[in-house]
């Protein structure tokens, strides 16, 4: 028995949806680099997703996944090769100054290095008033102090003209990375795309800036993307996950569903080398020992299903036939041929509730 490959449609029932509107659509987005002599990498193939306000969706992959690719596509930094992109229901269109600037009015980028973010020769007064000048121009200098202060203490740096008279050099890790967050709130925009925004940070602080974040995310009704190589603070942060795995989207669901009950492989890869699952505010203040971070570069060359190679469930047809989205439930889905084998629980569950028919 198998499950009926019926790929998902782009606007999937996503548990995102329930925290408010819609605020961002991504559709089919590709996006193929050139490598000389008629060689292609298709880094990203064919993701779609949906971003609400008040609610985050999580990217979780390891390097090379193509998940800072889907990022930077929504950020305006790369050309989509094709698919498109909606926001507040309108094509985007960043061609030109004004086009860019009115986009990025709306979408913001928090980098993954708060070290390389910030530039060492400018106060932390000059990085917020430049992106303050330019999306709120008509702001009178006294107005434009009291704005300077309030994004620095909705970050949780206090006293705020105390860290607005300092030079990055003067700030550890996680205080520059508040600093590169307040700096995106700058622009008051709808979009928040979070690039790997504590791998880079201690582990006794990675907690306090996600619980920063999800402040921010509430008070602000931000329609937040958190991309991350680590599927336990996904499930801790996240409303849904999305897995990638070279340029594809491979399982998504409810953040504690699929964590808990994983249905593709490489998602069960990724949560048995996380630390203990239900002990995770405990791991991202103490740190552990496994990490959701695999060797090696993500075979974007390989034929059929791109995890083949490195599954212990593959038989010829993954070698053959790359498999869609299969679907297990009104929001969940994985693309794997074997599903009746490596999460028959969870087909079960769906073969139930009446989703995912089977035939022999």
């Known amino acids: 028995m198998a499950v009926e490959p019926t790929p998902i449609p782009a606007v999937v029932d996503s548990p995102a949806a329930r925290r408010g509107p819609l605020a961002m659509e991504a559709i089919a987005l590709c996006k193929d680099f050139r490598l000389g002599r008629g060689s292609v990498l298709s880094a990203v193939k064919d993701v779609s997703f949906n971003l609400y306000r008040s609610a985050v969706v999580a990217l979780v992959g390891e390097s090379g996944s193509g998940k800072s690719t889907v990022a930077k596509l929504l950020a305006g930094q790369e050309r989509l090769t094709s698919g498109s992109i909606r926001l507040d229901g309108r094509e985007v269109d960043v061609k030109g100054t004004r086009g860019f600037r009115r ?59 105390q860290f607005l008279a300092k030079y990055p050099h003067e700030l550890s890790g996680g205080q520059r990375q508040r600093v590169a967050v307040a700096r995106a709130l700058a622009a008051g925009p709808s979009v928040l795309l979070a690039d790997e925004p504590v791998s880079m940070l201690d582990v006794s602080i990675r907690l306090e800036l996600l619980n920063v974040l999800d402040t921010l995310r509430k008070d602000f009704r931000l329609a937040l993307l958190y991309i991350t190589h680590d599927i336990a603070s996904a499930r801790y942060f996240a ?77 010829e047809r993954c070698r053959r036939e790359s498999p869609p989205l299969l679907t297990l439930g009104p929001s969940r889905a994985a693309a794997c041929w074997r599903l009746d084998v490596t999460a028959p629980a969870v087909v079960a569950q769906a073969r139930g509730g009446g989703e995912g028919e089977t035939t022999s």
């Not at 917020?128 to 121009?137: A, D, E, G, I, S």
């Not at 994004?151 to 705020?160: H, M, S």
């Not at 594809?248 to 048995?272: C, F, I, K, N, W």
């Open 103 to 161: 986009y990025k009015s709306e979408v913001q980028y928090v980098f993954q290095d708060p070290f390389s973010s910030l530039n060492p020769v400018h106060t932390v007064r000059y990085h917020l008033t430049r992106p303050v000048r330019l999306h709120q121009p008509h702001k009178s200098a006294h107005e434009l102090d009291r704005e300077l202060v309030r994004l620095i203490e909705q970050v949780r740096l206090t006293p705020a003209q």
């Open 239 to 315: 409303d849904e996950v999305l897995v990638m795995y070279a340029g594809h989207v491979v399982e998504r669901g409810p953040a504690e569903d699929l964590t808990q009950s994983p249905a593709h492989p490489y998602t069960q890869l990724l949560v048995s080398s996380s630390p203990d699952p239900d002990d995770l505010g405990s791991m991202l203040r103490h740190g552990g020992k496994g990490s959701a971070r695999q060797v090696g570069e993500s075979p974007a060359s390989v034929q059929g299903c791109r995890f083949h190679p490195r599954c212990p469930f593959a038989e």
